[in-house]
Every structure is written in C-alpha cells, then in structure tokens.
C-alpha cells in the first residue's frame, strides 16, 4: 500500500511540477519559434518531473538498515 501511495503522489507531484516549468517558461520567457524550442521547452518540463518524481519519491523510502558488524573468526 505504500508503494502505490509513493507513487501516486510522486507523479502527480511530477506532473504538476513539470506542466508549471512548461507554462512559466511559455508564459514569461520567449515564445517558441521552431521545432528545436519547443523540444528544449517540453524536455526542460520533463526533467524538472522526473527530478520532482524521484525528490518525493526518495521520501516514502525506507532508511537503509544498518548491518551488524560481521564476526571474522580466525
């Protein structure tokens, strides 16, 4: 149940965060003029969701547990 928790809001997070980059950048940066800006325009959304993913992602993770020492018997 966790799993599908992490992931549920971790994309929706990422979808959120990557459409705002999208609208911000058409919204105050300089339009799109040919094909070349629009790919740069929609791959910066994508990687800004991606990053956003794995951000909130990394937060429903489990600490790694740490190892007891092993015995070394001679």
Request: glycine share 6%.
């Amino acid at each position: 149940m966790k799993r599908l928790i992490a992931n549920t809001v971790s994309s929706a997070i990422a979808l959120i965060a990557g459409a705002a980059t999208v609208l911000v950048s058409l919204k105050y940066l300089k339009e799109p003029e040919g094909a070349t800006d629009w790919i740069v325009l929609i791959l910066s959304g994508l990687t800004t969701g991606t990053i956003a993913f794995f951000i909130t992602w990394g937060h429903f993770q489990d600490e790694p547990v740490a190892d007891s020492p092993e015995k070394t018997e001679s």
